[in-house]
């Protein structure tokens, strides 16, 4: 497990150190995800603990554990499942995900520890789980995660069959956590927090760089690590921008704001997106957000309580804020610069089928619209008005128009960057720069669903992956991404879920009742570069596996009485 120290004041670097984990005050607060979701960060494991192992691991480090602590219990005929079948069993202490692969049998939490989903409705393939709700997967063998979101892993019992019943013995502990934090190996570098140079540095505290440090620990690195932010939280679930003027790669030094200046063996860019800023008259006018802080959600929330609040934009930040507010707000308008909401994600019939659900839901949107002017009284907002002249009773603004890479420290560095300020990198996550690294949002990278070409997926899901592939680049045990890409999102209760990528798709082929908010959508170009779904788990994580496994699915143009065939006959994968 792992530690963390901080300057004063949280001035600008966290260092690393075993553990790390949110001061108690912070973990009252509500962070939420950019998918709308609590944070899976909000939950810190207690600073010190070695967390939870699995049977085997209790043992070896424990060896004085009395007998009580273990719970027996038998919870099947040994024909009662087939291969390739997974069942929650109940031990009486606890439950646990009985699997049975290969006529043998394997025992391991029954939750999802990200956000607890069941993972008996999951996926079981080749050896791991796949989460049914976020594609997170988990090896049946010994627990650990292979693919993510999230930081833990999930213990593992012991399974066996005596008298052709199953028995299954469990830690009582592991059994009610449901998680086990994988050992993570101590910081052996004599430092203290003035030393100006550090073996790894890491630049930003989001999911990207957190797994990356986690990582360097659980893979048994021992010097030094700085992870610098400009945030005044420990990590949680916001990737945030990093107080950083800028970087000489030639004498691998970073130079703060503050002035200080830091060198590095390795260092690991992770800066996250800044949000793209809005043109409008009243730019002094108060209440008007970009969301961007625990204290923005706060406020935001706080400020609209039964008053009238205007979301500025249909991404899915913007929609995600609009879906929250309707609980707290008197009334809730959308400004959006398109005809429909999520067009270019979803595409449009799905796109309408969101926005009634928005609209049954007491939100006013006004589309093909733009923000002409912020009005005030006495310095805070009281009006929104549109350049088609309509005008906007609000108390409070909340601008959710999109984001670019917080690049700009990097122009003179050498460090290579695109046109949009992306760092391109190669499959092990290496810039242009020998030993200069970058993961999340700021990155295009190769992806192998499209043959390796670059590009830029800022979802949560995928800077966990980049901080992990980075963090084992680093060591020198060279890792490359193979994974999914895979997106969520909740409103109003209904959570989409999407594996893939879809840019640039030609088609969509809708599977079920747009209405009734239970459906798949295909999006296609010849074959099948992406899925969404909505109440119809766990087709999204099914999908995932087929594009995880290197095959295609292609479309097949027909239908049968005029209706679309089911999707075993639709999309065959070759």
Known sequence: SHSCRSKPQFVFAVEVKVELTLLDKEKEVDLMSPNGKASPFSECRPNGSLGQCSDEDTMTLRPQRKHRDYIEASVCHVKDLENGQMREVDLGAGRALLIKEHGEFFAMGHKCPHYGAPLVKGVLSKGHVRCPWHGACFNITTGDIEDFPGLDSLPTFQARVEKEKVIIRAN?????????????????????????????????????????AETLRQEGFTDRIVMCT??????????????????????????????????????????????????YKGKDVGNVFHLRT???????????SSKNAVIVGTSFIGMEVAAALTYKAHSVSVIGIEAVPFRKALGEKVGKALMKLFESN????????EVWEMRGHNGQLKEVVLKSGKVLRADVCVIGIGSSPATAFLKQSGVHMDSKGFIPVNKTMQTNIDGVFAGGDVVTFPLALRSNKKVNIPH????????RVAALSMMGK???????????????????RYAGYGDGFDDVVIQGDLDELKFVAYYTNEEVVAVASMNYD?????????????????????TVHGKIPNTMSLFLPH
């Open 172 to 212: 009582k502990q592991a059994l009610q956590t449901q998680r086990r934090s994988k050992a993570m190996s101590k910081c052996s570098a004599v430092i203290n927090s003035s030393t100006g140079f550090s073996h790894i540095l890491i630049i930003g505290s989001g999911p990207a760089g957190l797994v990356c």
């Open 230 to 279: 400009m945030d005044k939280h420990l990590p949680y679930d916001r990737p945030k921008l990093s107080k950083v003027v800028s970087v000489d790669v030639k004498t691998r030094t970073v130079t703060f704001r503050d002035g200080f200046k830091m060198e590095y063996r390795k260092l690991f860019i992770a800066t996250g997106s800044r949000p793209k800023p809005l043109s």
């Open 294 to 304: 625990p204290e923005d959600a706060n406020s935001i929330a706080t400020l609209a």
């Open 362 to 369: 007491r939100v006013k949107f006004y589309m093909l619209n």
């Open 460 to 467: 949560w899901q995928m800077a966990h992956v980049h901080g």
């Open 478 to 496: 060279a890792s490359e991404i193979k994974t999914v890409p895979y997106f969520w999102t909740a409103m109003f209760g209904k959570s989409i």
């Open 538 to 558: 766990p087709i999204v994580s099914r999908v995932a596996e087929v594009f995880g496994s290197g095959k295609t699915i292609r479309k097949l143009y027909y």
